[in-house]
């Protein structure tokens, strides 16, 4: 028989058996560890009769078997390059080298060469050469490396665990079946989480998965689902996915693995979690939103028939102001006092009989033309007002003085309440003496923000009629239209009437 190291069926294990030969071909080592299994100044020919050296091979291994990765590193590749120089060079052991062999070499290539001598050692001692005996006996000789904490400088190996778990089910041998209802594939999820329920923004998500399969693992599918979201199968060869930006919801993630493009007999796992929704997304938020928007209904619904009621309440006070105004102007007095004065003036000077007359008759023009306003603007109030100054001046002369000074622009720019000024200068005339001892002297002037009318108090032996209710008018027209208040009153020797500017 032709000495064979391996028993090659395509490309694939061509591809190993080069990968082992460049391996153990680059290693020449000289140096001996003190509990070296080999006996001082031992040599190695590859054309010697590999009989002479079959008795140091257990001994080798278990050496192999017990030193830690870190530790004898020279020795250690001595004994490997003895070992499997030997196994190539041996008739007698033939090993087939399997598809999944690939991941031990990615692990770190120790662990294959463990995997290799566990197979060597089995055959040696057994004489045992079925395939599934001698293979699991190489991952059990891994797998005891590896547990053992000798291979403790290279970290922890997920694979590795998954493997040893599988074994301690006693489902070691399950992946060497090759029935078509055989459970042979173990899948393996990494959640990207080890919690469940995750806040609105927290909606990234990124699984990966493999699987362990001894029979044919270059044929394995994976398809994937995340229910809630897409409710249908994805089959692809990647080992991850990525859902980036979810939406809030209950998902499940289930990703399937195969050899079989039906996908029969498949193994499967899961992952369930939970995104939250933002708080303004929650039943109690869009209850309580829904109980906000009905109250702001209910207060603009009250707010407008409070509205609808002060511009009816503005509207019953300007006309009782309007109509008392209008009254007072033509009462008996004012009437007598206002034809007596035409008369005399017609007597003596037709020219200021026709002044008086245009004034008199401008008077009740203006009160009739701002009778539907609630606000007119200064220019238009001291309008009024001279009208009305010119006619009570054909009565008292120079005993009646008004001192006004309101700024242009001021005029042109703030208003105020309709005849207003006119009514404050009438009660001072009713409250007060006027004569030409005891001129009465009016003084309007402003701050910018409220308009100031003052006079000094000569009261009459007598009050006229009514004394007093023009202030409490104009102070509740002004409450309609503002929160603005009016004051008014004596201090010391004065009357001062203060009015908003609007």
Known sequence: MVPQFFFFENTMQRVLKNLIIAIISCIWLTAYAQNSPLPEGFTFSMHSDMDQYTRYIIPCVNWLQQTPLNEHKQERDKMNFFVLHWLERNPDIDISMPDYSLKFNGIHREFLCLFLEGWIKYT???????????????IKSMLDYYHEGKAASIGKIDFLDNLSQIEKEGKLKDLFDTGSTAKNT??????PYTKHDFKHDENYFGFHYYTINLVNPREIRYRYMLDGYYNKWITTTDGSVTYPRLPPGNYNFRVQASMFPDFGNAAESNYSFNIGKPVWQENWFLSMAVVACLLLVFFIVRQREKNLKNIASLDRMRITFEYEHLKSQINPH???NSFNTLANLIAKDQKKAMDYTESLSGLYHNILAHHDNDLVLLSEEFAILDDYISIQKGRFGDALQLEIEIPPEVMQTKKIVPLALQMLIEN???HNVVSAIFPLVIDIFTDGNEIIIRNVVRPKLSKEKGAGLGLINI??????LTKKTVSYGQHENEFIVTLPLL
């Open 124 to 138: 040696l001692e057994t004489k045992d050469t079925v395939v599934t005996n001698c293979s699991m006996a190489g």
């Open 428 to 430: 001072a005339i009713k």
């Open 475 to 480: 102070k509740r027209r002004y409450d309609l």
């Open 334 to 336: 004012f009437l007598f």
């Open 186 to 191: 173990f899948l393996y999820l990494k959640a």
